[in-house]
């Protein structure tokens, strides 16, 4: 079955460390999105990528970084110099930008923790 | 700024009919959708409504959409608790990119 997979569920991580979350899609699709869910708030845009080895900043790209290099996969890293990372983010696809009846598909999430 | 803002809570009986509103600020927004979380999940696509429609139905999905105040509705009909979630209302605007509202939280109460 098609679908977008997200890696880890749950990650912990130590103050001043360095992580990555993983997300790979079998869809096809050709634009990724990350997203950060916090209580409360809508989701917020992180990066995203319309093809491969190109991504743009979203709104609150400061303190992450991200990768194109296979239209599959577009992991997310959370440097230390993001302040406040304890959030769950949610990774997503679609078939192009500007596809709009298609929507996005999501993944199921990694909630981070720092501990 | 382009915003979409959509009340955090609602609370109905089993039974009942569920109504999550939204406003959004972008008028040259294309697509309006409604997306359901469940507890520790991603998001799913539930319906979908082009700007130059005024309702659409899906089975128990209700979708209205007013362009002058720009209002979006979602109605769920005869609500069961396998429907409490959270329900997010997004746009599409002119320049192709989503903005996504708070999310309601659904409660239905046996």
């Known amino acids: 079955d098609g679908g977008i997979t997200q890696s880890p569920k749950y990650l912990f991580r130590k103050e001043g460390q360095n992580v990555t979350l993983s997300c790979e899609q079998n869809?096809?699709?050709?634009?990724m999105y990350w997203y950060r869910q916090d209580p409360g708030q809508g989701l917020r845009l992180i990066y995203y990528s319309q093809i491969v080895n190109d991504f743009q900043k979203g709104d609150i790209a400061e303190g992450y970084s991200v990768s194109r290099e296979k239209k599959e996969s577009f992991p997310l890293t959370v440097t230390s110099a993001q302040k406040n990372p304890t959030a769950f983010y949610l990774c997503?696809?679609?078939?192009?930008?500007?596809?709009?009846?298609?929507?996005?598909?999501f993944g199921s999430g990694t909630r981070l923790t720092v501990v | 700024g382009e915003d979409v803002e959509q009340s955090l809570f609602l609370s109905v009986r089993e039974g009942d009919s569920s109504v999550i509103n939204c406003t959004y600020t972008?008028?040259?927004?294309?697509?309006l959708y409604w997306y359901k979380q469940e507890p520790g999940a991603g998001l799913q696509l539930l319906t979908y409504i082009f700007s130059n429609m005024d309702m659409k139905q899906d089975q128990r999905l209700t979708v209205l959409l007013n362009k002058k105040d720009k209002h979006l509705s979602l109605r769920i009909a005869d609500t069961q608790t396998g429907d409490s979630a959270i329900y997010f209302c997004?746009?599409?605007?002119?320049?192709?990119?989503?903005?996504f509202g708070a999310g309601t939280r659904l409660f239905v109460k046996a």
């Open positions: 972008d008028s040259s927004s294309t697509y």
């Open positions: 869809l096809n699709h050709d634009a």
């Open positions: 997004a746009e599409m605007t002119g320049g192709f990119k989503t903005i």
């Open positions: 997503a696809s679609s078939p192009r930008q500007g596809l709009g009846l298609y929507g996005y598909t």
